[in-house]
């Protein structure tokens, strides 16, 4: 498909511009390349202007409001399923906006990169307020669960485009220190969202948990408007229509299949192999498409890269070792140690607030140094050693040890997760700067999909056994389960560590991206 299109103008006034590179993939005019924001000659002295600061607020309060709805809505889901009479459908309240926001990453990434980033960014902004306000006008779980869909087309757009705008007026060498920032609005805001939701829900509405969503919007949606530049006409793109269309309906099969096999569809009926069948006749087809279009929504080339291909591996496997594990965290300290719902929440801001400070500093230190290996390196190892500790749990341990283990696994996560988006975006050139950063949020997604289901199938599978009217016996049941489930994630977690090692040094890879 063929389509005029429009690219933001770049960069702001006060970040100057290079020549741009060729890649050695596909061929493309150079009428429709981003240009890189070349850093200053001092890059110590690196400092946004006016403009460009405005720039970072309206990408910040993007993050903000997409990482906020992720976790305001887990407080309220007792009370919508008593409101809307629809206990069984729940589980498609998240389900919904899972699949969506995972699916649409890398079409929103590739299109980013096509018709610039200004207007994806404005569109996923009115799909995520759309979805909110009529979510909060919703009558039944079938129509709430409709809006959380188009919620979330809303809210992974947001996520991949806001992470990929830093790159267009933000030097390489300065880059770690502003996605640090990312990483801390990130974490404040989910750590903000379940105190907000459970003070919506009780004071007003659980209805009020999506209308929030609105004032918050429309505030960066009026400041995307007004900082980012005007678009400028661009020749006509070829767009990859049948390749978004076959990557969207696996990846949309692959996620129901995680999400549904063994607590919807039983693993001894047909129906789940039949999804994981054809998601994977649909993936192959989606390969052969890639290799044949001459702008592919996902270049198969990138995966020569090395660092490339490693970034998006050790993000799937830290998404799959933290959420499908940490997940259930919370079962333990309500059902085995009788917390209240509260305090379970007041526990995790122990692993949010190592990784947002961590993460600050790790930003500043990488755009200090200009070296970043060595975070992803020690980071996976503090995953991994505390995940080791959580597999280690008993229903009596003191509660400083699981708080030490909280702050460990945060600290581990704020070295890790924004170099690895980095790490992919050096390593290609900056026209591409979307797609690398939707491939390695993709992975960690999916990582982070497929390890809830499969850490929550094995512990389905020990819950089974708990005895009618023995509480002790559950305690052990629950405490077993997530032993197993924390000793699998331990494996992810090493797996992720010896990948970190086969990661290059960011100035190696900044001198190879001058010959792309």
């Known amino acids: ?91 498609w309240v998240v389900t919904a906006y899972l699949l969506t926001s995972t699916v649409c990453l890398p079409i929103y990434g590739k299109l980013g990169d096509l018709v610039g980033r200004k207007p994806l960014l404005q569109t996923a902004i009115l799909l995520f307020l759309a979805g909110s306000a009529l979510a909060g006008l919703a009558q039944n779980m079938f129509q709430l669960i409709l809006l959380r869909a188009l919620q979330g087309i809303g809210g992974g757009g947001l996520l991949v485009t806001a992470l990929a705008s830093i790159s267009d007026f933000i030097p390489i060498t300065q880059r770690g220190r502003y996605q640090g920032l990312v990483g801390g609005t990130f974490g404040l805001a989910t750590l903000l969202g379940p105190f907000l939701g459970g003070f919506l829900v009780e004071h007003l509405s659980w209805r009020w948990i999506f209308y929030i969503n609105v004032p918050i919007g429309v505030a960066a949606f009026t400041i995307v408007t007004l900082a980012f530049p005007r678009p400028v006409r661009q020749p006509r793109v070829h767009i990859d229509v049948a390749g978004m269309v076959l990557l969207t309906a696996s990846l949309s099969i692959l996620v129901l299949f995680a999400s549904l096999s063994g607590p919807v569809l039983p693993w001894r009926s047909p129906l789940p192999w039949v999804l994981l069948a054809a998601a994977v006749v649909l993936m192959l087809a989606f390969l052969q498409t890639e290799r044949r279009h001459r702008e592919p929504v996902l270049p198969l080339s990138f995966f020569r890269f090395r660092t490339f291909a490693f970034s998006a591996a050790i993000a799937f496997f830290v998404g799959g070792a933290m959420l499908g594990s940490i997940s259930f965290l919370p079962l333990y300290l309500q059902a085995v140690r009788g917390f209240t719902p509260t305090r379970s929440g007041l526990e995790l801001l122990f692993l949010l607030v190592g990784m947002l400070v961590m993460s600050i500093a790790s930003g500043r230190w990488i755009s200090r140094t200009q070296r970043y290996r060595m975070f992803p390196i020690a980071g996976a190892s503090l995953i991994t050693a505390a995940l080791y500790l959580f597999s280690r749990l008993t229903a009596d341990i003191p509660l400083w040890y699981i708080d030490g283990a909280l702050i460990l696994l945060g600290i581990g996560l704020g070295m890790t997760m924004q170099v690895l988006v980095l ?33 929550g199938g094995i512990l389905a599978g020990f819950l089974r056994g708990i005895p009618k009217a023995d509480p002790a016996a559950a305690r052990t049941l629950i405490v077993e389960g997530l032993r197993m489930d924390f000793s699998i994630a331990v494996i992810f977690g090493f797996v992720a560590f010896v990948g970190t090692w086969f990661l290059e040094e960011m100035h190696i890879l900044i001198e190879r991206r001058k010959t792309l």
């Open 423 to 455: 790490s992919a975006q050096i390593t290609v050139a900056h026209r591409h700067l979307g797609v690398a950063t939707a491939t390695v949020s993709l992975f960690r997604s999916m990582g982070g999909t497929l390890g809830v289901a499969t850490f």
């Open 1 to 91: 498909m063929v389509v005029a299109t429009h690219r933001q103008g770049l960069p702001p006034p006060g970040v100057t511009a290079p020549d741009d590179h060729k890649d050695g993939t596909h061929s493309m005019t150079s009428s429709s390349r981003l240009h890189e924001p070349a850093a200053p000659a001092a890059d110590a002295a690196f400092r946004l202007d006016w403009p460009a600061k405005t720039m970072l607020l309206a990408i910040l309060s993007s993050i903000f409001l997409a990482a906020m709805d992720q976790t305001v809505v887990s407080t309220a889901l007792p009370t919508i399923a008593r409101d809307l009479q629809g206990l069984k459908d729940l589980p």
